[in-house]
């Protein structure tokens, strides 16, 4: 299977950067590999990993953003998970919360299910779809040295809404699977957020 795309970053070089120094990020993974490349950049309390409800990463995002609005929140999710949840861009940027960054790994594929090709691969433009969303800042990422940037916005809590379609090379990596127990993965964020167990 041909594997190209017009990414060149290497997903588990990108994550651990964009992680780097995380303060008090509440960091939302979608399914799949985003989740992985987490848990391989180091597990931690303040990961939230989704195991089902492909399309759902940005709304439990802009949920957790609103709840609480004096913590920065991350969605880190891929652009297959992206595309199934496109409404909810106009949803964020309807509410607006200014303490949320969207971090998009478009590697132009399906990873999940056998590397298929999603319409990134055929240019569709994740950060343009985020700018009519009335997203403060949208960009997209080709190079390794324009993380940190983006990496810096992540702890403001004012900054409004940013975006970063991140593009990464399409490679099949180890996954690093992180807990498949969906209780303990809620329990356990709760209690970083100094919640009592459901």
Not at 88 to 106: E, F, M
């Amino acid at each position: 299977m041909n594997l190209d795309s017009s990414g060149t970053l290497d997903r588990r070089k990108v994550v651990p950067e964009l992680l780097q120094d995380r303060g008090d990020l509440l960091v939302v993974t979608g399914l799949g590999s985003p989740a992985y490349d987490a848990m391989a950049a180091g597990d931690h309390d303040a990961n939230y990993y989704l195991w089902g409800g492909m399309g759902s990463a940005i709304t439990i995002g802009l949920g957790l953003a609103l709840a609480q609005p004096k913590r920065p929140v991350l969605v880190l999710t891929g652009d297959g998970e992206m595309l199934m949840g496109l409404g909810a861009l106009a949803t964020t940027g309807a509410k607006h919360p200014r303490n949320l960054s969207v971090a998009i790994l478009d590697n132009e594929r399906y990873g999940e299910t056998g590397m298929q090709l999603t319409h990134t691969a055929h240019g569709v433009g994740l950060a343009e779809v985020a700018k009519a969303c009335k997203f403060d800042h949208t960009e997209v990422i080709t190079e390794m040295d324009e993380i940190a940037p983006f990496r810096q916005q992540l702890q403001s809590t004012d900054a409004g809404l940013r975006f970063a379609q991140i593009k990464i090379k399409a490679e099949n990596v180890e996954k690093i699977l992180p807990s498949r127990d969906g209780v303990h993965i809620k329990n356990r964020f709760r209690a970083h957020l100094g919640f009592q167990p459901l």
